[in-house]
């Protein structure tokens, strides 16, 4: 079990069970919502998210044709998760939001087209030009575990 919360500590929340995966996103809108260079993702199944305390507001984003639910504190506004309603299942936590940040890290690197040129990349991660299929991250993840 992990916990984590937003930066003004008004939300507090929990994760229980496995991640399904973790990876860093190199795209230009990743790089815009953030205001920095990528952003971690980790993917979770939406029933493993428990909100402890404080209040979420959501914003609607378009994300290449898909209405994405951002998911923030509504004091602070630090992102927390996001999720779609085309994939109720799950959900994209914001994972630098737990309390403890070392027991994770992302097993690929996706959007290195549009990457900034001073990023230096660990070799064992996988690494992706583009946007790779769902499965295959949580297939790496899953093999990361296993190793
Ligand atoms: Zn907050
Ligand atoms: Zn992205």
Known sequence: MHQGGCECHSVRYQL?????TCYACHCTD????????????MIVNSENVEVLEGELAINLQDTNGVEV?????????????????AYPDILA???G??????????????????AQPWIVLDEESSKYQKQPEMLELFALW???RSA
């Open 30 to 41: 990743c790089q815009t919502s953030s205001g920095s260079a990528f952003t971690l993702s």
């Open 16 to 20: 229980t069970g496995e991640p399904l």
């Open 69 to 85: 639910k951002r998911h923030h504190c509504a004091q602070c506004g630090t992102a927390l998760w996001y999720s779609a309603d």
């Open 97 to 114: 939001t737990f309390d403890d940040t070392r027991w994770f890290r992302p097993i690929a690197h996706l959007w290195l087209r549009s």
């Open 93 to 95: 936590l914001k994972p």
């Open 142 to 144: 899953e093999r990361g």
